[in-house]
């Protein structure tokens, strides 16, 4: 076993990680990254196929995020924001107000998704408090949410699994019922596959359902992970949904929080899913791609009546009493300033219509199998969700480990990802090849036809 590798299983504890099952095996070591491939210390290739945890946006070792970054280093690496002001976090902090739209208007920083939802919860509870709108406000969020694992955004989070071993520090926020239209307990239409996606008799049975939950008490707001909701099991939403839901929100009076810590940066196609419904939320949460997938930073934008009821004499108390250690940090600013260029460049932009066209080309080669339930797709964000029996949508018990059977074999053959369950989730990174693109559906075809047979429908 490599030296590391010993170093590694003596005193690193990984992070959603069964331990016991991890020192069984020999991990894959990552020494160096360009483009869309990981190198490990055996000189094995791997695709990055989810964007190292939907982080990446341009690839590993970018020369321009590179560059950005070292220029900045040769002037200083970081100085805090608690009382100091910096170049970097300065102009980002305008890039990111113009990305977003009015009525974004202002730039908390912090560290990652988990810390940018701890600092939009507390400015809207004490906003709303401030407003009069409620003593004790409450938070609405919803099914199958995940929001980050910090006390606040893990209470925020709905995955039973993440929350049960933690309920006793968690307080409660409400759950509203969200869509899942491959499993949608309203929909009729038999299970023939994608026509069951397509809700023959969609009433917007869920809409209502959020509707009559947002009457029932006066909350504070609504948070939502824009059109898809990744850890779930990158399930999407139907179109329309987001835009229904923010009116239902803006009738009752509370906030919307948009968690786009995974859907921004144009995962989903354009700079921010909420663009694509034309909705305008109270707060928008952003990390992961933030960087580019380079440094641990995240935002938290909102508008100006928000930071207006923060604002009064010293003695009077009403500062946002809220901070981190990095907040603001040079070399993560910088990134993200280089990634943001990278973004918005004419060429980029074409290049992931591109490639989004010929992700959902390549997909279409897994809907024949039979092990294979629901395939689906938002922007450069890939979820194939694999079933016992299609018929009925019978899902694999967990302790199956059918995801992570798929997935380690797909390592094997040269791609990497990590599973949801029973559902292995594709993000290219954007400056994948369109033969790396073929590879990684190729390689995941081959990998359920390995572990599951190659039964068609
Ligand atoms: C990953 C994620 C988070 C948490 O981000 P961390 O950087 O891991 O703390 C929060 N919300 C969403 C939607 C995410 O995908």
């Not at 020999?26 to 000189?43: A, H, M, Q, Y």
């Not at 009064?312 to 603001?328: I, L």
Request: charged share 25%; aromatic share 8%; with cysteine.
């Amino acid at each position: 076993m490599h030296k590391v590798s010993k170093l590694d299983r003596k005193y690193v504890w990984h992070p959603f990680t069964q331990m016991r099952d991890w020192m069984g095996q020999e991990p894959v070591l990552i020494e160096r990254g360009k483009g869309s491939v990981l190198t490990d210390v055996n000189g094995k290739k791997y695709l990055d196929g989810n964007a190292s945890i939907w982080t990446n946006l341009h690839g590993h070792n970018n020369f321009r995020i590179n560059n950005a970054i070292a220029k900045q280093l040769a002037k200083v690496a970081h100085s805090s924001a608690l009382g100091l002001a910096n170049e970097p976090a300065s102009v980002l902090a305008e890039k990111l107000v113009k990305a977003a739209g009015p009525p974004l208007k202002k730039v908390f920083y912090s560290d990652d998704g988990s810390t940018a939802l701890e600092v939009a919860l507390k400015m809207s509870y004490e906003h709303n408090r401030r407003i009069n709108r409620s003593k004790k406000p409450r938070f609405l969020s919803l099914m199958r949410s995940y929001h980050g694992d910090t006390i606040g955004a893990a209470s925020l989070g709905q995955i039973d699994l993440f929350r049960r071993p933690y309920s006793g520090l968690l307080f409660k926020a409400d759950k509203a019922f969200s869509p899942y239209c491959y499993r949608c307990p309203f929909n009729k239409a038999k299970p023939e596959r994608r026509d069951a996606r397509l809700g023959r008799k969609c009433k917007w049975e869920c809409i209502s359902k959020l509707e009559n939950k947002i009457k029932s008490h006066k909350y504070a707001a609504l948070v939502v992970e824009p059109r898809v909701q990744g850890a779930a099991g990158m399930i999407m939403h139907p179109s329309g949904w987001l835009k229904r839901a923010s009116n239902v929100v803006k009738v009752a009076g509370a906030q919307l929080i948009a968690d786009e810590v995974m859907t921004g940066f144009g995962r989903t196609g354009f700079t921010f899913a909420c663009h694509k419904e034309k909705v305008i939320p109270d707060f928008l949460c952003l990390a992961k791609g933030l960087t580019g997938g380079y440094l641990p930073m995240a935002a938290t934008l909102t508008s100006q009546d928000v930071f207006d009821s923060f604002l009064g004499e010293y003695k009077e108390m009403k500062t946002f009493f809220h901070g981190h250690s990095y907040s603001g940090n040079q070399l993560g600013a910088s990134a993200a300033l280089a990634s943001l260029g990278l973004l918005n460049n004419r060429r980029g932009r074409l290049r992931r219509k591109k490639l989004e066209k010929l992700l959902s080309v390549e997909l279409e080669s897994l809907w024949p199998f039979a092990r294979v339930g629901d395939v689906r797709q938002e922007g450069l964000v890939a979820g194939v969700e694999l079933v016992a029996d299609w018929k009925t949508r019978e899902s694999f018990p967990l302790k199956a480990k059918i995801g992570i059977k798929v997935c380690e074999v797909m390592a094997r053959k040269g791609v990497l990802t990590r599973p949801i369950g029973n559902v292995v989730p594709l993000l290219p990174p954007y400056c994948t090849t369109d033969a790396q693109l073929r590879k990684m559906v190729r390689v995941l075809r081959e990998s359920i036809m390995e572990v599951l047979g190659s039964t068609k429908v």
